[in-house]
């Protein structure tokens, strides 16, 4: 007697053949997620430290000259005050307000140079006074994201930059 249709055995194999297939295309499609969230992490994280960076030597470089009183040195908390040419922008002050890297132009409202999705955890002024007369400004910037899920590790990422720039216009 031939029958059309599928036995029970080839019924059930056909289906925990699929069910492998399934689930490691599954794996595989997690895996490429989290991935790609880890990378965009890391990407924000260093474009913050980067931009922060760049931006408070760019002001050092253009200043006129360091407000030593107005300013914190070797703190991991630090302030920094700049003497501008410009009076629009004098003072220029770069500070760390709640985990958020500043900068206060003249006599307008401080605004926020690092983004939500990163803590900024150390902003450190050294100054350095050069064998030519000039004086110059070391800058450490230490971030992480600011992760709502700290025992996810996936979503962990810290990073630090430092840099030196000499007043020029002294």
């Not at 260093?46 to 407000?67: K, P, W």
């Not at 006599?107 to 955890?121: I, M």
């Not at 450190?124 to 600011?146: M, Q």
């Amino acid at each position: 007697m031939k029958t059309k249709g599928f036995t029970l055995i080839e019924f059930l194999l056909y289906f925990g053949l699929l069910a492998m297939v399934m689930a490691a295309v599954t794996i595989f499609t997690v895996d490429v997620i989290k991935t790609r969230n880890k990378s965009r992490i890391v990407a924000e994280v260093e474009q913050n430290a980067r931009f922060g960076l760049s931006r408070i030597l760019r002001s050092v470089r253009t200043a006129t000259q360091l407000n030593v009183g107005a300013s914190t040195f070797d703190a991991d908390a630090g302030m920094l005050s700049l003497k501008m040419a410009t009076g629009a922008v004098d003072p220029t002050v770069f500070d760390l307000s709640g985990g958020v890297l500043r900068i206060k132009e003249g006599a307008g409202a401080a605004t926020a140079l690092t983004t939500d999705e990163v803590v900024v955890t150390k902003l450190r002024f050294s100054r350095d006074n050069l064998p030519s007369g000039s004086r110059a400004v070391t800058v450490e910037l230490g971030l992480r994201y600011a992760t709502q899920d700290a025992s996810n590790t996936a979503f962990v990422y810290t990073t630090s930059a430092s840099g030196t720039a000499v007043i020029r216009k002294q």
